[in-house]
């Protein structure tokens, strides 16, 4: 069993940059594939990044490719989602999520309570 919180969130402008953290405890935690979801107001939840157990691999949704960063840190138990050149279209809840398959998916095993993330223009 994985338990996940998540910090970092907040208000932001439009273009300003923001880093999301999320600690992770039990389990193992290099035994997991890691990522984000999100989900705005009104909608569902959408996949936006994910990574490998070692880091080598990750994957991104065309959203936010090329803006937003995912990195772990196994020794710390921590990932990171470090999102720049922000939009509007980036305000919602941010979840971190575990899972022993990595996968450009919404179904995970595990998710964190999450973090409001707003951008104001």
């Known amino acids: 069993q994985v338990q996940l919180v998540e910090s970092g969130g907040g208000l932001v402008q439009a273009g300003d940059s923001l880093r999301l953290s999320c600690a992770a405890s039990?389990?193992?935690?290099?035994?997991?594939?890691m990522g984000w979801i999100r989900q705005a107001p009104g909608k569902g939840r959408e996949f936006v990044t994910a990574i490998n157990w070692s880091g080598a691999y990750t994957h991104y949704s065309n959203s936010v490719k090329g803006r937003f960063s995912i990195t772990r840190d196994n020794s710390e138990k921590r990932v990171y989602l470090q999102m720049n050149s922000l939009k509007l279209e980036d305000t919602a809840f941010y979840y971190c999520?575990?899972?022993?398959?990595?996968?450009?998916?919404?179904?995970?095993?595990?998710w964190g309570q999450g973090t409001q993330v707003t951008v104001s223009s």
């Open positions: 999520v575990a899972d022993e398959v990595f996968a450009r998916t919404i179904s995970w095993d595990y």
């Open positions: 039990g389990g193992t935690f290099s035994r997991y594939a």
